[in-house]
């Protein structure tokens, strides 16, 4: 991957993560909330992976 896309897919994910903080916390949203939501969606993401080990070969 070129440097210019691999910076600009960086500063995109900042850009989002950013908004999407200032949108939760417009909206009132309490910190706990946002960990919980979060910790809960990497769970089913690395739960949805199946059997792949791909750390171990």
């Known amino acids: ?5 691999f910076l600009v897919l960086i500063a995109a ?7 999407t903080l200032w949108a939760a916390f417009s ?3 309490p910190v706990v909330v ?10 089913a993401l690395h739960l949805s992976q199946g059997d792949r080990h791909d750390h171990d070969a």
Not at 13 to 19: E, G, Q, S, Y
Not at 34 to 43: G, K, Q
């Open 13 to 19: 994910v900042i850009l989002v993560a950013a908004l």
């Open 34 to 43: 946002l960990a919980m939501v979060t910790l809960s969606a990497a769970a």
């Open 1 to 5: 991957m070129p440097l210019p896309h």
């Open 27 to 29: 909206a009132g949203a």
